[in-house]
């Protein structure tokens, strides 16, 4: 298979020199068949998206990354070398030694399960756009909306704005959703501040319950990821 990247000189990583590193070292760091580099990357004609390039005997560099940041989590060790730091997208520390990442993650991953159940309840076909749609809904819906413990106050103290929130999620998405996260509750975007001093991984925020914009895309992009 032809393999379409670009074939100049590269630095070696071992010199720090991480902006000269292109997307043929991380193919040879990748060490992957062609078949499942030349997945294709997302292109959009009108509203539809589509993979350009899929299957057709050429990897390009923007398979490359796409591959890469689409398996975060199993290549830290190249993502660090080309960002000089920890991807910050992920729902893991990548720290043996702790295991408040995980809980989120496997909530995370119950939830997924859910919704995918409950998708499938309603005659919603895998792989559909109608599917992926209301899916992506749902887990955006999991993202914004509040923790357990954030559900319990509101209950007391806010019962009118809780009633909006399940609404919303109800209107925009399935009542059978905003009925999973009114007993589950979900990672509680929707209460966090939105005035963070720093820039913060996913994980940060969710600990820190601080997020602007980037952070909530970052946890939200997360969420998509583990889907």
């Known amino acids: 298979m032809v393999k379409c990247l670009n074939r100049k000189k590269e630095a070696d990583p071992a010199n720090g020199q991480?902006?000269?590193?292109?997307?043929?070292?991380?193919?040879?760091?990748?060490?992957?068949?062609?078949?499942?580099?030349?997945?294709?990357?997302?292109?959009?004609?009108?509203e539809s998206e589509y993979a350009q390039g899929k299957g057709d005997g050429c990897v390009e560099p923007a398979e490359v990354y796409r591959y890469l940041f689409g398996h975060a989590s199993e290549y830290v060790g190249i993502i660090k070398t080309l960002t000089g730091s920890l991807p910050s997208f992920v729902l893991d520390d990548f720290d043996a030694g702790t295991d408040r990442d995980k809980k989120i993650r496997d909530k995370t991953d119950r939830t997924i399960l859910a919704l995918k159940d409950i998708l499938k309840s309603r005659g919603y076909l895998e792989g559909t756009d109608a599917y992926q749609e209301m899916l992506a809904l749902g887990l955006f819906y999991f993202v914004y909306f509040p923790t357990q413990m954030q559900i319990s106050y509101r209950k007391r103290l806010q019962p009118k704005s809780l009633e909006k929130l399940a609404k919303d999620a109800a209107d925009s998405s399935l009542p059978d959703f905003a009925s999973y996260f009114l007993k589950n509750g979900g990672l509680g975007v929707v209460d966090m501040a939105g005035d963070a001093k720093k820039e913060m991984t996913a994980l940060e925020a969710i600990y820190a319950k601080n997020a602007d914009c980037t952070e909530r895309s970052k946890i939200l992009y997360a969420v998509f990821l583990q889907a």
């Open 18 to 46: 991480r902006e000269s590193i292109s997307a043929d070292w991380i193919y040879q760091q990748l060490n992957l068949p062609d078949t499942i580099l030349d997945s294709g990357y997302s292109q959009f004609r009108g």
